[in-house]
């Protein structure tokens, strides 16, 4: 049986799905995914169990918690050497091991067939960037990536940014959510306001002011963690429903349930590598998506009312657009878009691009 290793920085394995929990869910059709969390903070040690077929599950523990430590330069390598030296006492042979996290350079000194997957611009974009944070962050990932076999981003932008370090380096977009046909049902038009859901990490971070309109406005299903100060802002508001992180089955009844979803981003802070996931989870339903006009979907051309892009003040008036234009027709050109862009075409395409390159 094949086996893979894939790293994480931030991610833990039972939260919204991420790019790297759809890698995972494809790989483990070839084989074994030992899918390796952020640390939790206690006596330093490894967990490893099974979470689902094909699928182990790695949590360590650390005496640091993982927002302080892999912004520590040497407190990080330390906990990359004892890492991986506990994973290496695992005795397994990994065929390829995939790292997300731009910090982990230390893993070349451990396994020679390495791919960094960089789906988002990691220098700059968290809540607490000084300088010299920034500066160590540039620094590991200049380093992790010019040792890597190989590089695979997402948008053009961090390609031009890695390509000068590692000449194999390649963009494979984002996939999209394989969802059983008989699990997604067209919701037509029968409500006068329609009924909207946002799946995303509801922070400060958001556009506050333009949630606060949509939220005046329509009901509004959040999907996902959620800070306490939002649910605050929207507590004596009955359209603001926050149903906490769901997945599968409960997902796709809420995202079924509802008539447009939306994406909304900060424009003063967005993620120049940013190419948003939920996107295509959307579309994977045959929803009708208004999404904030990303740099990097500028230029992808989904067809006629597909998908609605927008700025923040014209984002009430696009939503009202595209719960006006939806019938049946489009909702199916969603769900075919989708499937040219599955998950389980991105993961080939990455393998076919590491073997064609590697032996």
Same mark, same amino acid.
């Given at each position: 049986?094949?086996?893979?290793?894939?790293?994480t920085?931030?991610?833990?394995?039972?939260?919204p799905?991420?790019?790297?929990?759809?890698?995972?869910?494809?790989?483990?059709?070839?084989?074994?995914?030992?899918? #390796?969390e952020? *640390?939790?903070?206690?006596? !330093?040690?490894?967990e490893?169990?099974?979470? &689902?077929?094909? +699928?182990?599950?790695?949590?360590?523990?650390?005496?640091?918690?993982?927002?302080?430590?892999?912004?520590?330069?040497?407190?990080?390598?330390?906990?990359?050497n004892?890492?991986?030296?506990?994973?290496?006492g695992?005795?397994?042979d990994?065929?390829?091991?995939?790292?997300?996290?731009?910090t982990?350079?230390?893993?070349?000194?451990?396994?020679?067939?390495?791919?960094?997957?960089?789906?988002?611009?990691?220098?700059?974009?968290?809540?607490?960037n000084?300088?010299?944070?920034?500066?160590?962050?540039r620094?590991?990932?200049?380093?992790?990536?010019?040792?890597?076999?190989?590089?695979?981003?997402?948008?053009?932008?961090?390609?031009?940014?890695?390509?000068? #370090?590692?000449? *194999?380096?390649?963009?494979? !977009?984002?996939?999209?959510?394989?969802?059983? &046909?008989?699990l +997604?049902?067209?919701?037509?038009?029968?409500?006068?306001?329609?009924?909207?859901a946002?799946?995303?990490?509801?922070?400060?971070?958001?556009?506050?002011?333009?949630?606060?309109?949509?939220?005046?406005?329509f009901s509004l299903?959040?999907?996902?963690p959620?800070?306490?100060?939002?649910?605050?802002?929207?507590?004596?508001?009955?359209?603001?429903?926050?149903?906490?992180?769901?997945?599968?089955?409960?997902?796709?009844?809420?995202?079924n349930?509802?008539?447009?979803?939306?994406?909304?981003?900060?424009?003063?802070?967005?993620?120049?590598?940013?190419?948003?996931?939920?996107?295509?989870?959307?579309?994977?339903f045959?929803?009708?998506v208004?999404?904030t006009?990303?740099?990097?979907?500028?230029?992808?051309?989904?067809?006629?009312?597909?998908?609605?892009?927008?700025?923040?003040?014209?984002?009430?008036?696009?939503?009202?657009?595209?719960y006006n234009?939806?019938?049946?027709?489009?909702?199916?050109?969603?769900?075919?878009?989708?499937?040219?862009?599955?998950?389980?075409?991105?993961?080939?395409?990455i393998?076919?691009?590491?073997?064609?390159?590697?032996?």
């Amino acid at each position: 049986m094949i086996n893979y290793l894939l790293c994480t920085a931030v991610t833990i394995w039972d939260e919204p799905i991420r790019s790297r929990h759809q890698v995972a869910n494809e790989l483990k059709k070839k084989g074994i995914v030992y899918f #390796v969390e952020r *640390n939790r903070v206690g006596k !330093p040690r490894i967990e490893v169990r099974k979470v &689902e077929d094909n +699928v182990i599950l790695i949590s360590p523990y650390f005496f640091i918690d993982y927002r302080i430590r892999y912004r520590t330069p040497l407190l990080n390598e330390i906990y990359y050497n004892w890492l991986l030296t506990k994973i290496r006492g695992l005795n397994i042979d990994f065929e390829i091991v995939f790292t997300y996290d731009h910090t982990s350079h230390l893993i070349n000194n451990f396994y020679n067939n390495v791919v960094y997957y960089c789906s988002d611009d990691h220098i700059g974009n968290g809540n607490f960037n000084p300088f010299f944070v920034n500066a160590y962050h540039r620094k590991t990932e200049h380093l992790l990536a010019a040792k890597v076999k190989m590089c695979i981003v997402t948008v053009a932008y961090l390609y031009n940014k890695l390509i000068q #370090v590692n000449k *194999n380096t390649h963009i494979v !977009p984002l996939g999209t959510t394989t969802v059983e &046909e008989a699990l +997604v049902k067209f919701k037509p038009n029968n409500n006068p306001v329609p009924t909207l859901a946002l799946v995303a990490y509801i922070d400060k971070r958001m556009p506050l002011k333009l949630l606060d309109d949509i939220v005046n406005n329509f009901s509004l299903v959040f999907i996902g963690p959620s800070k306490n100060e939002i649910r605050k802002r929207y507590l004596n508001n009955t359209n603001a429903k926050f149903v906490g992180v769901k997945n599968g089955k409960e997902l796709f009844e809420i995202i079924n349930g509802v008539d447009i979803c939306i994406a909304p981003y900060n424009e003063k802070k967005i993620n120049k590598g940013l190419t948003p996931s939920k996107l295509w989870l959307y579309l994977s339903f045959g929803k009708p998506v208004v999404i904030t006009n990303l740099k990097n979907i500028q230029n992808l051309d989904f067809g006629d009312k597909i998908i609605y892009k927008c700025n923040d003040d014209d984002f009430v008036e696009r939503i009202w657009e595209a719960y006006n234009d939806n019938n049946i027709e489009l909702f199916k050109k969603r769900i075919k878009l989708s499937k040219t862009n599955s998950w389980e075409k991105r993961i080939d395409q990455i393998l076919r691009l590491y073997y064609s390159d590697y032996v």
